[in-house]
């Protein structure tokens, strides 16, 4: 054995003490609502096999080379490009392109946060990024989100209060301001302004994750926090993982060029050059673009298809209606522990992820999320048909 010789924080990162109870609950037999997948026909084969073709017969002697070739090369500024598109300032210097954006999270993490350091993030948000923090030893707030997303003046309270009291303020603030997972929401551009002018007031650092910004079905587009930010506070991470596919596993840092050289340095001789060719090539060639619109339609639908659900399902709950995205959260009646439920939702036919999950204190909730992106509409139906008998033999 070899485990006394971890390093220190290590052991704790291992320690998922937290996922027992409702965590071992086979969802074997359910239709499975809990994850944001996307559905297996939107995945590009085809469109992915021409890009490598493509690659091979452009770059063969190179493509599967340690340098590979100018495909590869190519993605930092296929990515500034659609960056600029959003508005924000970007060139490909500006990028440092990771394996998604969760490994982008992770080498923004170990650039800005030593042990002790304060984070702050919305309560509930999404999961994997917590054990980021965690691992760098960070003490992790989780401040309230409404229906409009992060609630930006309980974090200037809480600013105020920290300052009052002598405590120790957060060096990086990590937010999901459009289509936040776990509960739909997007933050509205008065308060992406207000939590920069905090962030310059109480100099801190905004980690801005947009995994599905391109995927809106509705409603007008708000510009990225990285669009809004003149001082160069802003660390913005997305990623191709939704709409491409979750298996190129491509994702993107944009920042400042200082933090972009920290970032890349820390990639270890950076991400496998021949999915960064195909990424490149694709999305080059116009597949990426013609997809898009097919994907947001086919989204928008199951979206519908959940929210019409619940309508004539649930109507006891309450529900959040995102304009994008993957998720709708739903906040059962009568204050019932959506953990405590899930057994029974789960022998009535459905599994979904307890608000608990994404509960950065790992608090109870009535809350949960559903994932529309994955199951086919008619089993979103019937999932939802099920969270109703089990909410219902709960309160009755
Ligand atoms: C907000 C958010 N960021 C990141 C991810 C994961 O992205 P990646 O697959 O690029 O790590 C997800 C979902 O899986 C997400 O909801």
């Known amino acids: ?109 170990r650039v800005f946060l030593d042990p002790g350091d304060v984070v702050f993030t919305e309560a509930p948000t999404f999961m994997a990024v917590l054990d980021r923090f965690e691992d760098r030893g960070a003490a992790v707030a989780g401040l309230p989100v409404d229906e409009n997303g992060l609630d930006v003046e309980a974090v200037a309270d809480e600013l105020a209060a920290r300052e009052a009291r002598g405590e120790p303020l957060p060096k990086l603030l990590y937010t999901i301001p459009t289509f936040h997972n776990p509960t739909g929401t997007t933050l509205p551009a008065a308060r992406r302004r207000r939590l920069l002018d905090l962030a310059a007031q109480y100099d801190f650092v905004v980690l801005e994750g947009d995994a599905y910004g391109d995927l809106r079905y509705d409603g007008e587009r708000v510009p990225p926090l990285a669009a809004l930010d003149e001082a160069g506070r802003v660390v913005r991470v997305s990623t191709f993982s939704k709409t491409i596919a979750p298996g190129v596993r491509t994702g993107w840092v944009v920042a400042d060029d200082a933090v972009v050289a920290r970032v890349d340095r820390l990639n270890a001789g950076g991400v496998n050059r021949f999915t960064k060719a195909v990424v490149s090539r694709y999305v080059a060639d116009g597949g990426f673009e013609a997809a898009l619109d097919g994907l947001r339609a086919s989204y928008a639908r199951r979206r519908d298809r959940l929210l019409d659900a619940l309508d004539g399902h649930l109507p006891e709950a309450t529900w959040s209606e995102p304009d994008g995205g993957f998720f709708v959260w739903v906040t059962l009646p009568e204050d019932l522990d959506s953990a405590a439920l899930l057994p029974d939702a789960v022998d009535e036919g459905v599994a979904y992820l307890p608000g608990a999950h994404f509960s950065p204190a790992k608090e109870e909730s009535s809350s949960l999320r559903l994932a529309f992106s994955h199951a086919p509409p008619d089993d979103i139906e019937r999932g939802v048909a099920a969270l109703a008998r089990a909410t219902r033999a709960a309160t009755e």
């Open 1 to 109: 054995m070899v485990t006394h010789l971890f390093a220190d924080g290590i052991e704790d990162a291992s320690d998922d003490e937290d996922e027992e109870g409702w965590a071992s609950v086979s969802a074997a037999d359910a239709i499975d609502l809990r994850y944001g997948f996307p559905f297996p026909e939107s995945l590009p084969n085809e469109g992915l096999v021409a890009a490598a073709e493509a690659v091979f017969e452009a770059e063969g002697d190179v493509a599967l080379q340690y340098l590979g070739g100018e495909y590869a090369d190519r993605l930092d500024g296929v990515i500034a490009a659609r960056e600029r598109e959003r508005g924000v300032a970007c060139e490909a210097e500006n990028v440092a392109v990771t394996s998604g954006s969760t490994h982008a999270i992770d080498l923004v993490c």
